[in-house]
């Protein structure tokens, strides 16, 4: 079991900028270094979706929702991963949530708040 925690969350006012933490604390860093990671979110009454990941190699992916607002970083040595977001809007306001895959099997963290105020 791989254990993921999310931070960072909380109440920003629309074009606030927020950054996201997701820790897997329990690896060692050399582990960490080929984790697939990436961001997901998930608003009330609607499916998770995915709003950045970095795949092997280290091609980032954003979605057109997202894309020139939201960065994903990551520091190896840290074993953390960051997800930058800026010019916030209301309809980023969602549980995030941050998934690690390693050897195939996709690791949860419980998620991060953000909510966006218009």
């Known amino acids: 079991q791989v254990e993921v925690v999310e931070s960072g969350g909380g109440l920003v006012e629309s074009g606030g900028s927020l950054r996201l933490s997701c820790k897997v604390p329990?690896?060692?860093?050399?582990?960490?270094?080929?984790?697939?990671m990436g961001w997901y979110r998930q608003a009330p009454e609607k499916e998770r979706e995915l709003v950045a990941q970095?795949?092997?190699?280290?091609?980032?992916n954003y979605p057109d929702s997202v894309k020139g607002r939201f960065t994903i970083s990551r520091d190896n040595g840290k074993k953390t991963m960051f997800l930058q977001m800026r010019d916030l809007k209301p309809e980023d306001t969602a549980v995030y949530y941050c998934?690690?895959?390693?050897?195939?099997?996709?690791?949860w963290g419980k998620g991060t708040l953000v909510t966006v105020s218009s």
């Open positions: 329990r690896t060692i860093s050399s582990v960490f270094w080929g984790d697939v």
């Open positions: 998934r690690v895959t390693r050897g195939g099997v996709n690791y």
């Open positions: 970095e795949n092997e190699g280290g091609t980032k």
